[in-house]
């Protein structure tokens, strides 16, 4: 029936406009449909990475010619991870739209091709372009971003849950006392960010609950370069901790552990001693001959300190340090360490922001690929932050991470039909990015409390198969007359 005729006009208008069919639904979700894709993502990567880091393998899983092959493989990971670890299908859906925009080949509608193509990257070439990024973004940084002309390192430790599954429960442990198949399996995090540049340099993975020295250990010997201050909290005030960074030619400031007794007088702030080297623990992870090769007394300066910071638990502190320097002022201390939770805030990115709080890999080398790909996600916005902060002279600390990976998803999803080179178009994506400041909040009160209720469900006791649910819980009780 033909509503637009001046006959129907007046019935037209009284009762709303006639409903679409199944057919032209169809039809504009396709439409819409090819209008997105991330066609963008190869220049994006390519402004960043090496193009031949993105290249079919000589032999092996990518050496033929797939709809899915290395590149588009790591692109649709990527994505998956921008978004928030969406759905396989979308990113299917993506690839789709992204052929079909550029006239080429368009991959079949299932998951399966993509997921065994996932399954199969090389963790050896991940790493290869996560070490890529980091080199851009060590170019990036300025000297005025430098503390005292020095870089600063932070440590710390999470844990991250994943689907519970047979296989990952072989390999990872679940939280203690926990009941059997009422919970998820763990994975254990240590890892070290930098403070001038915000970049994820490396993380170390454990499938048991080992305490953070022995599960950072590595990352020290590998990141602590010459100059470095690895800035942690009083988990690390270890002797041969300090000791085996002083060893690699950097310090280390901490917070005193509340078992190590303290020489300061109660109105004494600062004081330089001498730590004498305890005997080897059967906890330390260092070898006999390492142990034995670290020095035998340990100079180390106290700092007691106000940390004026509403909502935090903590007013007073006592530090430990290897930065004896007089030019170096106990409240320059205070300040730095103040800037440690820097690090909370780069997990809450990555678990919040990105999704990496609940895996929803299957299988323990999935869950390995899925942190090598939020290692790179994390490092890309990163990029895209201190390239911004550089062009809009603003301070890296204004941006906002949520803003910056929007505004890059924005990109990726891009042109809306083939592959153009747009003037200007990276220099307004910087722009968006640098526009969007985070308002300067000094000494803001953040408590540690939730707003929105959780729903009024029962706590899973007891296996899903075993489980009895209490009834009429949620009736509410009828008033008696």
């Not at 193509?117 to 300025?142: F, T, Y």
């Not at 180390?300 to 007013?315: D, I, M, S």
């Not at 990115?349 to 299957?362: A, F, Q, V």
């Not at 996600?377 to 990163?382: C, G």
């Amino acid at each position: 029936m033909q509503w637009k005729t001046p006959m129907f006009e007046p019935m037209r208008k009284l009762m709303g406009r006639c409903g679409r069919s199944p057919r032209k639904t169809m039809e504009a979700q396709r439409s819409q449909l090819l209008r997105r894709g991330f066609g963008e993502m190869t220049r994006v990567l390519s402004r960043w990475i090496d193009p031949k880091l993105m290249a079919p393998e000589n032999e092996g899983n990518f050496s033929r010619v797939r709809c899915f092959d290395f590149a588009t493989t790591v692109q649709g990971f990527l994505w998956q991870i921008l978004q928030g670890q969406a759905s396989c299908r979308q990113v299917v859906q993506q690839v789709q739209a992204t052929r079909a925009a550029a006239s080429a080949q368009i991959p079949d509608s299932g998951t399966a091709a993509y997921c065994q193509a996932r399954a199969k990257l090389p963790m050896k070439r991940l790493h290869q372009i996560n070490e890529a990024l980091q080199q851009k973004i060590s170019g990036l940084v300025r000297p005025q971003d430098l503390w005292f002309g020095r870089e600063v390192k932070l440590l710390d430790c999470t844990s991250v849950s994943m689907e519970d599954t047979p296989a990952n429960a072989q390999v990872y442990a679940y939280a203690n006392g926990q009941k059997p198949g009422c919970g998820f399996p763990l994975v254990y995090l240590a890892g070290i960010f930098s403070l001038s540049s915000g970049a994820w340099l490396g993380y170390a993975a454990s499938p048991e609950n080992r305490h953070d020295l022995t599960l950072s250990v590595d990352l020290v010997r590998k990141h602590i370069q010459p100059g470095d201050i690895l800035v942690a909290d009083r988990a690390y005030c270890a002797y041969w901790m300090l000791a085996l960074t002083k060893v690699l030619g950097g310090d280390v400031l901490v917070r005193l552990r509340q078992t190590r007794v303290t020489d300061l007088g109660p109105r004494q702030k600062e004081k330089v001693i001498s730590w004498e080297k305890p005997s080897r623990g059967a906890g330390c992870p260092l070898s006999a001959e390492e142990y034995a090769a670290l020095p035998q007394k340990l100079t180390v300066r106290l700092v007691r300190r106000k940390l004026e910071a509403k909502g935090q638990r903590t007013r007073e502190v006592i530090l430990a340090t290897t930065l004896c320097e007089k030019a170096i002022s106990g409240e320059e201390l205070g300040a730095l360490y103040l800037r440690r939770w820097k690090v909370e805030l780069h997990f809450d990115d990555l678990k919040t922001t990105l999704g990496m709080d609940h895996l929803k890999s299957k299988s323990p080398a999935m869950v390995e690929r899925a942190l090598a790909v939020y290692h790179c996600a994390h490092n890309l916005v990163r990029a895209l932050m201190l390239e911004a902060s550089v062009r809009a002279e603003v301070p890296l600390g204004r941006l906002s991470f949520k803003g910056s990976s929007g505004a890059l998803l924005k990109a990726i999803n891009g042109p809306k039909g083939p592959i153009r080179k747009t003037p200007g178009r990276w220099e307004i994506l910087l722009d968006m990015a640098a526009d969007d400041l985070l308002p300067v909040r000094p000494n803001r009160r953040e408590p540690r409390a939730i707003k929105r209720r959780p729903k009024n469900y029962q706590r899973l006791t007891a296996p899903r198969s075993l489980f009895q649910e209490v009834p009429h819980r949620h009736r509410t009780k009828k008033r008696l007359n």
